[in-house]
């Protein structure tokens, strides 16, 4: 019997293959909400909504994001504190701001500020 690929099968059964999602934005870039008043650093990125129910359902409905594109988990600063944030692509955008994001896990993943985006530790590299 002649093995056939998960793609192929879904192929022949009609059911069309989700969209390939492409992330903007790349490990260490420094981004903004384009809503809510924060900044963070790229740290990981989903290619597709990867949290809990509970979480997305927590969203108002008016404003909560479709799962089908990347969403980026977020080295997180406001005014009044740091944080990790779980983002969909939609809601961010480019900080041009040139500002360093204040965060204490910075150290641990992440060198220095150049050019706009944090560079990834050497031994975090593959």
């Given at each position: 019997m002649p093995r056939v690929s998960a793609a192929q099968s879904v192929l022949e059964s009609g059911v069309p293959l989700p969209a390939v999602a492409t992330a903007r934005f790349a490990i260490g870039a420094v981004v903004r909400h384009r809503l809510f008043d924060f900044r963070?650093?790229?740290f990981d990125?989903?290619?597709?909504?990867?949290?809990?129910?509970?979480?997305?359902?927590?969203?108002?409905?008016?404003?909560?994001?479709p799962k089908d594109q990347p969403f980026y988990h977020l080295?997180?600063?406001?005014?009044?504190?740091?944080?990790?944030a779980y983002v969909?692509?939609?809601?961010?955008?480019?900080?041009?701001?040139?500002?360093?994001?204040?965060?204490?896990?910075?150290?641990?993943?992440?060198?220095?500020?150049a050019d706009g985006?944090?560079?990834?530790?050497?031994?975090?590299?593959?």
């Amino acid at each position: 019997m002649p093995r056939v690929s998960a793609a192929q099968s879904v192929l022949e059964s009609g059911v069309p293959l989700p969209a390939v999602a492409t992330a903007r934005f790349a490990i260490g870039a420094v981004v903004r909400h384009r809503l809510f008043d924060f900044r963070g650093i790229v740290f990981d990125v989903d290619p597709v909504f990867a949290n809990s129910d509970e979480w997305y359902e927590a969203i108002p409905e008016d404003v909560r994001p479709p799962k089908d594109q990347p969403f980026y988990h977020l080295l997180a600063e406001n005014a009044e504190s740091s944080y990790v944030a779980y983002v969909s692509q939609q809601n961010l955008l480019p900080d041009d701001s040139d500002e360093p994001i204040d965060h204490p896990a910075i150290d641990g993943m992440f060198d220095t500020l150049a050019d706009g985006r944090y560079r990834l530790r050497r031994e975090l590299r593959h």
